[in-house]
Nanobody, 115 residues
Framework: QVQLVESGGGLVQPGGSLRLSCAAS????????MSWYRQAPGKERELVAA????????NYADSVKGRFTISRDNGKKTVYLQMNSLKPEDTAMYYC????????WGQGTQVTVSS
């Protein structure tokens, strides 16, 4: 059974940091492109960051460039999102996505940036 389980979300003050994790199982993790998306209330889901199968290339939404870093550990079947200098506008549900021959989604982890 395919599973993507996100963790690491929570409430943080502006300027703070969080590290999200997404643990994968049930498919060949190393063959899938991995991404993080987010969706704020009343807004469409948007791509935050993506990483290739080997981790050699990454891309980011303009709004998070220089603040967020995506990485992966194929041995642990886990993808990470390090989020620094968080802003209130980063508040959203964050979802892990795996894409190759299939398209898999996690259930999401809530990130709230507020003082």
């Amino acid at each position: 059974q395919v599973q993507l389980v996100e963790s690491g979300g929570g409430l943080v003050q502006p300027g703070g940091s969080l590290r999200l994790s997404c643990a994968a199982s049930g498919f060949t993790f190393s063959t899938y492109k991995m991404s993080w998306y987010r969706q704020a209330p009343g807004k469409e889901r948007e791509l935050v960051a993506a990483i290739t199968r080997t981790g050699s290339r990454t891309n980011y939404a303009d709004s998070v460039k220089g603040r967020f870093t995506i990485s992966r550990d194929n041995g642990k079947k886990t993808v990470y999102l390090q989020m620094n200098s968080l802003k209130p506008e980063d508040t959203a549900m964050y979802y892990c996505n795996a894409y190759w021959t299939n398209n898999y989604w996690g259930q999401g982890t809530q990130v709230t940036v507020s003082s």
